[in-house]
């Protein structure tokens, strides 16, 4: 891709233009795809950084890169060696989307013997598979952008702070707060079930705010209360495979699933 | 104060007379909840038939209008050496509020206090403020209403009308000349003995009402004594730290301020948000350290902050017993359980 545009200047100051790879490993490609989405903001978008990488949208490729947007989780033993390929080349290395963070939807299939998964969905002609991992399990990951998928304001809002040298900060209260500030009628209130109290917030509560519960996908709040919530799941009738099914929908909240199967 | 009474029927023409000409604000319902019970909020409404006379509490207060949960407070053009700032209060037409309850209304007579009365009074909430037009009304206590106990089931101003149903007419107090002009439009009188007579019987009926009770004796000093209170511990093993408490509270103000750069890099934004003391990072401070990483005292001090230490500022706590802060938490902790509870410590 040629560079689009001279080098940006924020106040007078011209700014660092990063050179920045996306690579994607075992995933949908939705989180790259709602970066691509956004049409409006795309030009703006690929001024502040220079995208060297980006199978979605471009042929040429370069191995020199400083940021390495990563999405996707690691399901097999090839995908291991080019994650760490692309540490050692990357000065930044972020997980983008909950695959990347947690393993995401992948990591369903966790739960059960890798022979029947590969049986149940390869049939008689079986593929290389291995329990599915997120990209710290494997390399140092320096910052993570939540969500299945990403959404895209926040994306852009992340480089926007890179390029200008602005801390990145997430949301660390869960998703009820931004919830009752949408002032959507609380879904516990239309005897639906929502992880919005032990989430993390970030999303503006894009679930709830079409009355779907959420599913956890952002993970965990910073301080997650996950026995209240249990609780309430059960005073409102629901069972323990319903708060099961949500909180290891994605993966966030694997080490709280698996202290509740123990149970 | 002056009083006067009307019929039924004129309710309605005096809404169409005001709505005709102005934006009217009032309680209307939502939808309605999994036990088949109506959902009520504030909304816009334009025919007097939308407007639920009868509606018990909203599930958020009317802060939209006063206390934006988001308001943009400035934004920022950005040119290649020179920038400029703008700034607007979020308001272009003055609120016609059509049927507030005595909590709500005293909820706004306790936010004047800190919001106007200060040295710094904020300009976005007091242009808000100086252009809402209030129409009190009665309402029926529910079991969560503890209104009573907080001193706020009555208000005596910060209204410009305020109506009660004293059963086939309206008994309404007037305390502003815009009421008393908007009243010519209608058919009102002057009480009679009989109506002054009813109205008191309306009130004392409301009274017996009460089931839900807040002992508030001595109780800024009971809080002091009982701050390494154990209870503490148990209410903040509940608590989700979510902030629900604080954005259904109609007394609650606590903000957060984030700016941001538009991607084009020629706009700029500074947005406020309404925060909580509840969640995790609200007394985090530059460089990390966090005064209160414990849920239970993030709880604790919203207590304090309400119950103790406003009341020593102003004589009045910030909580005017609305309920809703104890109705919207999932995790079932509500006011008068835990004041309670700290109270049978020290008793
Ligand atoms: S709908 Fe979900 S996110 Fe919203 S307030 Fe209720 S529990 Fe919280
Ligand atoms: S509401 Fe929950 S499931 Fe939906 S996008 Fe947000 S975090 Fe994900
Ligand atoms: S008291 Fe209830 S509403 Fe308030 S933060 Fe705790 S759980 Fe949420
Ligand atoms: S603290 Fe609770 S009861 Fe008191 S005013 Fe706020 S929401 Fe109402
Ligand atoms: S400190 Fe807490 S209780 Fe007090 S106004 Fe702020 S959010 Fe409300």
Known sequence: MNDPTPVRTYLGVPLYRPRVAFFEFSSCEGCQLQILNNEATLLDFLSLVEVVNFREAMKERSDDYEIALVEGSITRGDETGRLKKIREKAKVLVALGSCACFGGVNQLKNRFGLDWVKKEVYGDSPIETEYVRPLEDIVKVDLKIFGCPVKKEEVENI??????????????????????????????????????PITRGGCNSWCPNSRFGCWGCRGPAEDTNIEQMKKIMKEHGFSEDTILDRLECFGGFSSYAQELRKK | MIFRVFDKDELKKLFNVMVSANKVIGPVEIGRDRDNKPIYAFNEVKSFDSVRLDYTTTKLPAKRYFLPFKENLATFSLDADDWQKKVDYNIDRPFIFFGLHACDINALNKLDKVLLGSI?????????????????????????????????????????????????????????????????????????????????????????????????????????????????KQWGEQCLACGT???????????????????????????????????????????????RPERHSRLKYRYYHKHRGFVEAYEESLCVGCGRCGEACLAGITVPEVIASVRGEAG
């Not at chain 2, 909580?276 to 966090?290: K, P, R, T």
Request: aromatic share 12%; glycine share 6%.
């Open chain 2, 245 to 291: 408490c604080s954005k259904v509270c109609p007394t609650c103000y606590c903000y957060g301020v984030e700016e941001t750069i538009d991607i084009n890099l020629h706009g700029a934004k500074k947005t406020k948000f309404l925060y909580s003391c509840n969640l995790i990072d609200f007394a985090e401070v530059a460089g990390g350290h966090n005064f």
């Open chain 1, 159 to 196: 480089i926007i702070n890179i390029a200008i040298g602005k801390a990145i900060v997430h949301p660390k209260y869960p998703i009820c707060t931004e919830c009752k500030a949408n002032e959507n009628i609380c879904l516990f209130d239309l005897g639906e079930p929502c992880l919005g």
């Open chain 2, 120 to 232: 710094y009074p904020m300009p976005y909430y007091a242009a808000k403020r100086e252009n809402m037009f209030i129409i009190g009304l009665d309402c029926t206590p529910q079991p969560y209403c503890f209104c009573r106990s907080m001193g706020a089931d009555t208000a005596l101003h910060g209204f410009d009308m305020f109506i009660t149903d004293v059963g086939d007419l309206y008994f309404v107090e007037i305390l502003s000349d815009t009421a008393f002009n908007f009243l010519k439009n209608i058919k009102t009188a002057e009480p009679v003995e009989d109506d002054h007579i009813q109205y008191m019987k309306v009130v004392s009926e409301k009274n017996k009402k009460f089931t839900t009770h807040v002992d508030t004796t001595d109780l800024t000093k009971i809080l002091d004594m009982e701050f390494q209170s154990d209870v503490w």
